[in-house]
C-alpha cells in the first residue's frame, strides 16, 4: 500500500497533466506547474471556461461528480487545492 505523501504526489501530478492535456497549454510540463501556485489570473491564467471544460476532464479522469451548487472557489484555486478536493470527493462513495 502505497503511503499518503505518495499517493498525493501522484494525484498532484495526475491533475497537472490533465490541465496541460485538457486546455491545450504547448510548452508546459507537469514540472513546470507548482502545487501551491495560483491557477486563475496572475497564476496559469485560467478562466471560468476553462474551469469548466477542467472540471469535467476531472470527474471523468478521476471518476467523481461535482456538483456545481458546491464548489468552492478555492477548491479551483491551485493543484493541491484541487487534489485535497477530489480526494474528499473520492472519499464519499
Known amino acids: ?13 495526475r491533475i497537472k497533466a490533465v490541465i496541460i492535456e485538457s486546455l491545450g497549454l504547448e510548452g508546459m510540463t507537469p514540472e513546470m506547474i507548482e502545487d501551491d501556485a495560483p491557477l486563475f489570473g496572475d497564476g496559469l491564467g485560467l478562466d471560468s471556461v476553462d474551469a469548466l471544460e477542467l472540471m469535467v476532464v476531472l470527474e471523468k479522469d478521476f471518476g467523481v461528480q461535482i456538483d456545481n451548487q458546491e464548489i468552492d472557489p478555492e477548491a479551483f484555486a491551485s493543484v493541491a487545492s484541487l487534489e485535497r478536493f477530489i480526494r474528499e470527493l473520492q472519499g464519499r462513495d
Do not use: K
Not at 499518503?4 to 501522484?10: K, L, N, R
Open 1 to 13: 500500500m502505497a503511503d499518503q505523501e505518495t499517493t498525493d504526489a501522484g494525484i498532484r501530478e
